[in-house]
């Protein structure tokens, strides 16, 4: 007998044997996890390593290294069509499995040729200074990381419609919150792993310098930097590929329900970034809220390109000890996000605990400066930690709110276009904060009051966050948001 796929009395079924597909457990939950521990992990590459080594050891402008390094952001609008061609053409007998592979071997052999290229940049500043061949090595490096962001894209998003074609609606937002946590996670297990590779004598300090009486008095002893950070980049690529395999290996032809959908359920992953600019601000309280995300984000992450030098050229720290700062960053973030949830907003609400993020991650802010002028490592750390613990409070803050924001009957698309939102907003940031060190290199001639600029621009636009949040009415929103986004997507259809 053949079971009806829209009774609630069975299991979904296998439409190729009829016999009812297997629900996730636990161990599954995590295993898929794996996935985003190796995202975690590979992360610190482009914003743990590369960062620091293009702005501290080889003296690129912040501006034009961060601009590199955002390209990876910048790129996420692609993710509509990796995640639209993984519905529509399955590769190789899968509709997500194998551009999760294909994406994955192209994302993680392009870390290892940016920092190739980091290397040939920084030969050609050493040799010639910042001249048109050092543009052109730059140039190179960006489009290496927009490539390296849309192999990302073609492997990430495939990977979110699998979590959706696996999970039902009453395991769904368990796997989800299993699978992000695991992503920080894997931020701090990648920042000690990359710790322990590059923590040698010749990383640190004076063993590092040589003489280049062409360019400055004394440079960055490149040969000896490749040879003790490139390894890191072959290791951590091949660690990813194997945690990414065994994460998805078997998963998608065990417990797809892709087949058996009887709807198409508009995923958040399928939102255009015109679409979602125009869902954003189709009403008043969307397009506060918008607004307040907007601020919020680059005000949160401006520092993801800058805090590795900050630590290296203020306080003295060696490339391996700068690299482990990430892992105060994650512990702290996954503290406050498992908090948030039972502590925190059942007892001030929602708003109030974004508002109480915003306002610790600006006074963590202020400890960042303070910490420069007494060139503690230990205090920078500690400041570090709390600043990731606010940051977990008010982003856990912000996704209640967030879904309060969210019409049900547009779900899929009212979190897509916040993702999207997000994801731009970040690639501003690491530009912004780039540029924002450089003025400050310009005006003030001294380290740590450069740096100082880029923390205290974050704390003020955490401040007119709130002053934004502060405008967002819940109760509005669910009077008129309705008819205007209907009118909206009226507009699309029509």
Known sequence: MQIDDSSEQFPPSNPLDGKPLPSLNLFTMFRLGLYQMGLGIISLLALGVINRIMIDELKVPALIAAGAIAMHQLVSPARV???????????????????????LVLFTSASFLAIQVVWQLGASIQANGFNGVAYLWAGLLALIFAGYGLALSASSTPFTALLFDVSDEDNRSKLISIVWSMLMVGIVIGAIISSKI?????????????????????ATNLSQLQASVTPLFIIIPLMVIGLCFLATVGIERRFSRYKIRSTIVEREDQITLNRALKILTASRQTGLFFSFLLVMTISLFMQDAVLEPYGGEVFGMCVSETTKLNAFFGIGTLMGIASTGFLI????????????????????????????????PGFLKGALLCFGLNSGILTAGAINLMLDLTLAETAGTFIG????????ARGIATVLGGGILDLGRAIFQVPLLAYSTVFTIQAIGMILAIGLLNRVNIAEFNATAKQAIATVLEQEFD
């Open 81 to 103: 069509w990796f995640g639209q061609m993984s519905d529509a053409k399955p590769l190789w007998g899968y509709h997500r499995s194998s551009y999760v592979w294909m994406g």
């Open 345 to 376: 907003v059942p007892r001030i609400g929602k708003k109030n605990t974004v508002k109480m993020g915003c306002i610790g991650v600006a006074i963590c802010l202020g400890l960042f400066i303070m910490a420069g002028f007494t060139a503690n």
């Open 417 to 424: 276009a916040w993702g999207l939102a997000q994801a731009m």
């Open 198 to 218: 590059l923590h040698r004598p010749e990383l640190c300090g004076t063993a590092i310098l040589t003489n280049k009486p062409t360019v400055t008095e004394t």
